[in-house]
């Protein structure tokens, strides 16, 4: 069965994040295909809007650190900032329906979403400090631009478990409740009776404000990362990492 998989229907697709056996984790693959369907759905004139989700009640868990052990790391690097440009340059309304944990890039990638329909259950996590690495995908700039300095810092600094209730607190979600999934679909939906041509230009205008600060704050989390892996700091946090997991 595919990692992603895909349903369409009234103009909304679908894409659900499907690795059950790694709490969907991204390996190179589904960032590749997680790329390649939002540049499909973005230029596909009988899509209005893209719903992602993940399978068995979980969003992600991230990144799969075991697929970059050894050599796997050197294909990772292209399909993942890749599909992180499809997220930030996709043209329609892109919604988010989070269950269970989204973390490391299933939270970062969250951040780029128009918007995000949360479980209270769920929870958010940017583990960068637990691991010995760096921030990515623009989340230091957004984070701060949503949050200001110390809140930022704390959930940066800390690695701190947030509660849906608290990420929607926070202003980081439109809405918060046990029916996400379905008030997801249902905002969709409402959105097939606006103008798709204005809210694809209104979009357009929106992003252009942040365009060129999110590039620069990937340049620097991409040093940051570059200075870090592979260091002391990062082995021994991923030596710790993989002893839990076994």
Known sequence: MSKLLIETAEGVQLLTLNRPETKNAFDAELWSLLRDALNSASDNPEINSVIVTGANNTFSSGVDLASMVGDGGADYEEPFETCVDALINFKKPLIAAVNGIAIGGGATILLHFDAVFIAPEAKVKYPFSD??????????LLLFQHLGYQKAAQLLFGAEWIKGDEYFD????????????????????????????SIIETKKILKTFNADAIAE???????????????????KALEKFFARKG
């Not at 029916?179 to 249902?186: F, G, N, P, T, V």
């Open 217 to 235: 704050a990937r340049q620097l989390e991409a040093l940051a990362m570059k200075k870090l892996y592979g260091s002391e700091d990062n082995l």
């Open 170 to 197: 926070l202003g980081l979600a439109r809405y918060v409740g046990g029916d996400y999934h379905e008030k997801a679909l249902s905002y969709a939906h409402q959105l097939n009776n606006q103008s798709i041509a």
């Open 131 to 140: 691991l010995g690495l760096a921030p990515e995908v623009g989340s230091s």
